[in-house]
């Protein structure tokens, strides 16, 4: 029972570098979101996505790019990675408009 | 507009004591409101979550909360820390259909 699974679990950039953190769920939800976790600053979001073929800006947008590839799968992009960057990172899921979000482990970016 | 605010960035107990993380809520209607666990490594866990159905919410692993709307207030609380309750807690609430978490209570169990 995978749920919501994140890669990679941990990377290491170059600032300009570029790359994509994958997501997937298997638990057909049709919302799904990016968060990016920093001391004493909760989650924020980054981007979500309401249904399959719409994407959404949050809270903090500026850096990334999202796409909703499938109703599975919503992937986040940083074009030209900066040390602001660095964070931990946090794909989630719902099946309903409120309710339970379902989280994946997490992916910890550093940006050099 | 909605925010929330959890109002301890650390509280530490003794196992066996009450733990109480504290929660308040700006909002201009009745909300919804969540609190969730993320233990070290880990996603986040829903513990309990509050939709007006009922002022008190029993969660997981003997936790609950109570909706105060007069002090605009979701604390949670144990009556009976475990170690294994250590861990960052937030308290959410759902704002436009996006859930806004606060920045996080870290709670940790002496021995």
């Known amino acids: 029972n995978a749920g919501v699974t994140q890669t990679p679990k941990f990377q290491v950039l170059k600032t300009g570098q570029s790359m994509t953190l994958q997501c997937a769920q298997d638990m057909n939800h049709n919302s799904m979101y990016w968060y990016r976790q920093d001391p004493g600053m909760g989650l924020r979001l980054i981007y979500y996505?309401?249904?399959?073929?719409?994407?959404d800006k949050g809270e903090v947008p500026n850096g990334y790019n999202v796409s909703r590839l499938n109703k599975r799968e919503f992937s986040l992009r940083l074009e030209s990675a900066a040390p602001s960057q660095t964070s931990v990172y946090f794909c989630?899921?719902?099946?309903?408009?409120?309710?339970?979000?379902?989280f994946g482990e997490g992916s910890r970016l550093t940006v050099l | 507009a909605q925010s929330v605010t959890q109002l301890d960035s650390h509280v530490s107990v003794s196992e066996g004591t009450p733990v109480l993380l504290r929660c308040n809520y700006s909002s201009s209607y009745s909300p919804s409101l969540f609190w969730y666990v993320q233990h070290p490594n880990k996603g986040l866990q829903l513990l309990l979550k509050?939709?007006?159905?009922?002022?008190l919410v029993k969660g997981i692993n003997g936790f609950e909360a109570e909706f105060k709307k007069s002090e605009t207030s979701f604390h949670l609380t144990k009556p009976s820390a475990h170690m294994s309750d250590a861990a960052e807690y937030f308290c959410v609430v759902i704002l436009a259909r996006k859930l806004i978490f606060g920045q996080g209570t870290e709670l940790s169990v002496k021995p």
């Open positions: 509050y939709t007006s159905a009922a002022t």
């Open positions: 996505s309401a249904s399959e073929g719409t994407t």
């Open positions: 989630a899921s719902t099946g309903r408009d409120s309710g339970e979000l379902f």
